[in-house]
Each structure stands twice: as structure tokens, then as C-alpha cells.
């Protein structure tokens, strides 16, 4: 379930009202107080079938017992946008519920988000001079004494910036903001292609009703009343359009969020098309039409009705090199968001094949919420008997979790940083071995790494690197901060590096301790790696521990779910921009195929006479495929350099290759011109079977 903590003042600052019973206030966010929390309506309308007795009802939340005081708002479902809090609770319970989390209630921790609501006709420029004003006086009294000072300085010297709230929190927003630019980019270059296109293709109908246009004019209807039909036909197919694209939004719009979901991180949006987005699809609707429609349009009724009555009319060489150029520059877009998919499906691909330092197939995790329950020792030793696994180990942090743990640590006998210089992570036997990270020196963590024995720490290539240049870690003592407690640890073995923060960051200098030499509360994972099918054997774990811890859902997960989720921007981009690159691809190809179509069909009694003088059928396929090659050759000069220059723009949201990829430049090339060629086939071979009989007596 999804939950979120706030203070006693949060539902008031926001203006609400509970729909049934109360909502939080501050008398709930003392410490010690009963442990209390606010539902949503839609859990409400969901769990309860909105029954008014939900208060007062009691559930366990990792095991303690909560009561439910109240249901919020409809429509209210958090303050963190993309996400939805089904359970709300106050930040003084933390403690109590989720024991390892406990000293996230202490000064100097920074995970809250501040809402404030600023007195009526109170700008925010006066609002932030206030704050400044009062801020040092506030600092001196929460800052914790025990801060190096330099840190205290900084924070004392801190100022805060305020944003508009009614958009709510989302880290989303900060993640996400560029790729989605760049994706609604592509959307526009796509729907100009999709309207090149259209303009071809009314250019090429306008030609064929040359003689009625000229019927029309002769009889006295005016150049404007002409120029108003073409217009409302034109219009109106981008109307049509614009509907069936609404549909087509409304039935797709959860497979953007489900690209953003991954693993236990689920992202809740509601994307149905409101006002806002009908009137911008209705508005981009007319304007297309009537932008790319004035050209056919004009084309139409250029020249003059004697002109068009007679029987060899036709269209004007400008609008010829106008359909020529439409192609043309089809090719370029579709070059350019072929080359674009590329880098991004590439991208996507290296970090699939980048070693992260373990090996992600076959290991299943399991949460104990940071809870130790009966030892985990003994939970470790039930799941050996369990079928189908290999190894099982425990520790507080596994890789690519978006969770760490810092401290300062150095070799015995430096001094000890004020700063946290090195990631930490409690392992308990067997860790190594299960999750396949290479041991490299010395030794893993064994059983007799208990609280009564001498502290030991493993390290990793990039800690050894820094701190044991040219030398062997291995029996070297560390001096470090424990959980806030000085240690002074052997270092019994070293590992090859893990990515423990990201796939794109360097593995960073890891100290790994023994779990069972921890106090204290802190978070606990299960690791084990399993045979066969993982399902399975995750049904069989759960049906293991569950007795053994009652108070809550056991839950099973993959770890290669974990990594996947570290992935989810670059999973995201390959997977729409290779969409809307091969839906420009296909534009392109029929934007080609229209115009080759359309000038055989033109040229046809010109061909039967070329049949008919001689001409070999495989002359006149040469001769089609030659002008598909010219526009295809222009087009991909013209889509080079732009392709270039707009690959430097998303240059940070690429892996492993740089924007000017020649692989990925060359084979989207060679797919374009293997496709218009293909393309360009029907056509030709049309032109290579015209009978001269039939064509010289084309009217």
C-alpha cells in the first residue's frame, strides 16, 4: 500500500474537509500520542464500500495497530503528485510503526516537503524577506549541536525559495521534464510529416479536379467561394483526424504510466483528455488544416479556366517541386526520428548489458520493513529447506533499492572526516555468493562475525583504490562512524564494485559490514538465489515465512524488477520514440509511394508511347526508382545535419555511445532508403506493366 506521513497542520494548511469522521490535527503528531491515521476516499470507496462505521476500525500496519479517524476529500488522494497516500499518518508515529525509520524525527534530517499557506494579499517576496529574517534564530535552536561547524554554518547561511503549490510535489517533475519535452518534440515532428503528407496528397487531388475547378470558374463561381470548400474539406478531414486521435489517447493513455511504473514503485495518474486537451487537439486540429490545406487550395485555383479546360493540363512545375519538396523533407524528419529511436534503443541496450557487479537473474528479495523478527538468522536457516534455492543471505541494502547509507570512514590512524565519504551496507553471510559479486581477496562474512566477536568490514575496488593504493586491503584496520558510534573494523575481504546508487554512476567506495554485528534497528532484506521457476519458489517462500511473521504480508520480488526499475526514463524513450520513429517511417514511405503513384498515373500515356517506341519494362522501373532515389538522397542530406544537431540536445540522456554514432547514423539511413525503395516497387512495377494500347488511348 501506499502511505505518507505529515505534520498535525497539513490537512488545515490545505483548506480541507474530511467526508467522514476527522482528519489529523496536532494533538495526533505527538509523540506518544494514540497512533491514528486519515484514509482516502477512493481506499474508502474501494476497502469499505464507503461505509460511515470505517471509524474507529482498527488495521495493523507492519504489525502495530492503527485506528482510522477519518476519510479525506474526494479527489484528494496526497500532495505528492503521481502517487497516491491510501494511508495517512502523522510524522511522530514514525517511530513506533516503522522502528528502523526512527530517527528520521530528528533534527537534521531532510525528507519532508513544506506547504505553507502565506496570509491574504502577503506577497511571496515579503514572505521569503520574513522567512530570511527569522531563519537564523530558528537554526540556532534546531540545528543539532553536534554538527561539524562548517555544516551548521552552511545551513544557518541557507535561503529558502518558495513555489507555486497548487501543482503540487513531485520528483517526477524534475526527472522526467526532459524526456517528455523532447517527446512532445517528436509528437510535433511526427504531426508535421502526418500534415506534409496530407498536403501531398491534396495537391495531387486538387490536380485531378483541375477540369471541374475550371468547370466551376467558367460558369462564374468565385476564386473565394472555391477557396472555402477546399479549405472546409481540408479542415475537415483534420477534424476527423483529430477525433479518432482523441480515441485512440483515451484508450492508451494508461500505457504511459505503466512505462513509468516499475516494481513496488507504482505512478498514479489520470490522463483522460479534459477540456484543456480537447480544446489544444481541436485548436492544433483547424490550424493544421488550414495551414497545409492553402497551398492545394491556391494551387487549385492558380490558373485561369481556359488554361485547366484543356486536355493536356496538368500541374505547374512549382507544384511538382512542391510535392518533390514535401517528400524531401518527410525523408528528413523520419531520418531524424529514426537516428533518434536508435540512440535511444541503444541506450537501453548498454545498460542492459553493463555488468553492475552481480548477477540480477534468479535472486528473489523479500522486505522484513525494517523489522527484525525472531532473527533473521533463523528465517535464513527455514528457507535452505525450502525447494529450488540455492543460497539465501541477509542484509540492509540491496543494489539499485533508492535507498543508501553513508558514513566516514578511513584507514586507522587518519582522521576521520566530517563527512560521510563512503557508502555502507550490512551483509550477513552467503551475501556475496548469492547476489554472484566477485570475491576478489580474502574473505565473505561468516557466522562467527557476530556482536561478540571483533568488528570486520569487507570492502570494494573502488574504497580500496582511494584509500590502499598499490597494496593489499586485506588485514588493514579501518577507523569509521557507525551508526553514530566510533568503530574501529578489520578488513577481511575485498569484492569487485557494485552500482549501488545507479547504473550510470560509478560504483562508489562501498564499505560492507557484518549484519549480525549491528544494533539497533535498521532496514532488512532477505536476498535468495533460487532454480527453476522463480514464481514457484516464490509461492513456497511465502508460504514459508508467513507464519513466522504474522504481522505482516510477506512480499516477493525479483531483483532483476529492482534493476529494470533503474531503468525506467531509458525504458520509456526507446519505447515511444521507436513508436513514433517507425510511424514516421511509414509517413515517409507512404508520402513517396503517393507521389511516385501519383506521377506514373500522370505520365501514363507518355509511358505507353515509350512501350510502344521500345522501351523495356525494366527501363521504366529504373526510371521510377531513380526519382524515389533522388528525393530519398535528398532527404537524408538534409536530415543528417539536423539529426546531428538535435542528438547534441538529449546527449546526457544517452549511454555508452555519443550523439554522432556512426552505427546508429548508418543503419537508420540504410532502413530509410531499404524502405523507400520498397516503398517506391509498387509503383514502378505499375509503370513497367502499363499496355501501350491502353495507355495511347488514355483520354
Known amino acids: 500500500m501506499q502511505g505518507a506521513v505529515a505534520t498535525g497542520g497539513y490537512y488545515e494548511t490545505l483548506g480541507l474537509n474530511p467526508t467522514v469522521g476527522r482528519l489529523l490535527t496536532e494533538e495526533d503528531d505527538q509523540l506518544g500520542a494514540p497512533l491514528v491515521a486519515v484514509i482516502s476516499y477512493g481506499y474508502w470507496e474501494r476497502q469499505f464500500a464507503r461505509d460511515t462505521g470505517v471509524v474507529g476500525h482498527t488495521f495493523r500496519l507492519n504489525g502495530v495497530p492503527v ?11 496526497g500532495s505528492n503528485v ?13 517511530p513506533r510503526v516503522d522502528p528502523s525509520s526512527a530517527s528520521l524525527v530528528g533534527a537534521g534530517n531532510f525528507w519532508l516537503h513544506v506547504l505553507a499557506r502565506s496570509k491574504t494579499g502577503v506577497p511571496i517576496a515579503e514572505v521569503k524577506a520574513r522567512l530570511a529574517s527569522v531563519w537564523p534564530a530558528i537554526a540556532e535552536r534546531t540545528i543539532p549541536a553536534d554538527w561539524p561547524a562548517d555544516r551548521r554554518k552552511a545551513l544557518a547561511d541557507a535561503t529558502f525559495e518558495f513555489a507555486a ?5 513531485t520528483y517526477l517533475r524534475e526527472v522526467f521534464w526532459k524526456p517528455l519535452v523532447v517527446l512532445m518534440v517528436v509528437v510535433a515532428l511526427v504531426l508535421l510529416i502526418a500534415c506534409a503528407n496530407v498536403a501531398n496528397l491534396l495537391l495531387a487531388r486538387a490536380t485531378t479536379r483541375q477540369r471541374e475547378i475550371a468547370v466551376r470558374l467558367a460558369i462564374g463561381a468565385g476564386r473565394g467561394r472555391i477557396l472555402r470548400q477546399l479549405l472546409t474539406e481540408s479542415v475537415l478531414l483534420s477534424l476527423i483526424g483529430a477525433i479518432f486521435g482523441i480515441g485512440l489517447a483515451w484508450v492508451s493513455s494508461r500505457f504511459l504510466v505503466a ?38 487550395a491556391f494551387q487549385a485555383t492558380a490558373a485561369g479556366p481556359s488554361s485547366m479546360l484543356k486536355e493536356n493540363a496538368g500541374m505547374s512545375s512549382f507544384g511538382s517541386r512542391l510535392l ?60 535452505q529447506t525450502v525447494p529450488g534455492i540455492i543460497s539465501a543471505s541477509v542484509s540492509t541494502h540491496t543494489p539499485l533499492n533508492g535507498s543508501t547509507w553513508s558514513e566516514p570512514a578511513v584507514p586507522k590512524g587518519q582522521v576521520i572526516p566530517e563527512r560521510d565519504n563512503a557508502y555502507f551496507i550490512g551483509a550477513g553471510p552467503g551475501f556475496f555468493e548469492t547476489l554472484r559479486t566477485p570475491l576478489l581477496s580474502g574473505r565473505e562474512f561468516t557466522e562467527r562475525d557476530s556482536a561478540n566477536d571483533p568488528a570486520v568490514a569487507v570492502i570494494n575496488e573502488a574504497y580500496a583504490r582511494r584509500y590502499f593504493p598499490n597494496q593489499n586491503p586485506v588485514g588493514q584496520q579501518l577507523s569509521a ?7 574501529d573494523l578489520e578488513i577481511v575481504g575485498l569484492v569487485s564494485n ?93 508520402g513517396l509511394y503517393g507521389l511516385l503513384d501519383y506521377t506514373v498515373a500522370r505520365r501514363t500515356k507518355e509511358m505507353g508511347i515509350r512501350m510502344a517506341l521500345g522501351a523495356r519494362p525494366g527501363r521504366l522501373i529504373s526510371m521510377v526508382v531513380r526519382s524515389a532515389v533522388q528525393l530519398v538522397v535528398l532527404g537524408i542530406a538534409l536530415g543528417l545535419p ?7 540536445w538529449v546527449k546526457s540522456m544517452l549511454f555508452g555511445l555519443t550523439p554522432a554514432d556512426p552505427a546508429t547514423i548508418a543503419g537508420s539511413a540504410l532502413l530509410l532508403a531499404i524502405a523507400a525503395l520498397l516503398a517506391a516497387y509498387v509503383p514502378a512495377r505499375r509503370a513497367a506493366n502499363v499496355d501501350p494500347m491502353v495507355a495511347l488511348r488514355w483520354e
Not at 562512524?481 to 568503530?487: A, K, L, S, T
Not at 539536423?642 to 547534441?648: D, I, K
Open 82 to 94: 503521481g502517487s497516491i497516500a491510501d494511508i495517512t499518518m502523522a510524522v511522530a508515529a514514525v
Open 324 to 383: 518533390s519538396s514535401l517528400v524531401s523533407t518527410q525523408v528528413a524528419l523520419s531520418l531524424l526520428l529514426v537516428i533518434g529511436a536508435g540512440l535511444f534503443v541503444r541506450t537501453l541496450q548498454n545498460l542492459k548489458n553493463l555488468d553492475p557487479g552481480f548477477k540480477r537473474e534468479g535472486v528473489l528479495l523479500v522486505n522484513l520493513e525494517g523489522r527484525r523478527i525472531g532473527v533473521p538468522k533463523d528465517l535464513l536457516d527455514a528457507l
Open 259 to 296: 512505462i513509468l511504473s516499475s516494481g513496488s514503485m507504482q505512478v498514479v495518474f489520470d490522463l483522460t483528455p479534459n477540456w484543456h486537451v480537447l480544446g489544444f487537439t481541436s485548436t492544433v486540429a483547424i490550424a493544421t488544416g488550414i495551414l497545409f490545406g492553402l497551398a492545394p
Open 642 to 648: 539536423a539529426a546531428w544537431a538535435a542528438s547534441q
Open 67 to 77: 485506528e482510522i479517524v477519518g476519510v479525506s476529500p474526494r479527489g484528494f488522494e
Open 165 to 169: 503549490g497548487g501543482i503540487g510535489h
Open 498 to 590: 557494485s552500482k549501488l546508487a545507479g547504473l550510470r554512476a560509478a560504483p562508489p567506495p562501498t564499505v560492507y559490514v557484518s549484519y549480525f554485528q549491528l544494533t539497533g534497528n535498521f532496514p532488512t532484506t532477505l536476498a535468495i538465489r533460487a532454480s527453476g521457476s522463480l514464481p514457484q519458489v516464490a509461492a513456497a517462500i511465502q508460504k514459508e515465512l508467513q507464519p513466522k511473521l504474522p504481522d505482516a504480508p510477506v512480499e516477493v520480488r525479483a531483483l532483476s524488477e529492482q534493476v529494470n526499475a533503474a531503468m525506467v526514463q531509458e525504458r520509456m524513450m526507446a519505447t515511444l520514440a521507436s513508436g513514433f520513429g517507425a510511424l514516421a517511417l511509414m509517413l515517409a514511405c507512404l
Open 481 to 487: 562512524f557507525v551508526r553514530g558510534e566510533r568503530e
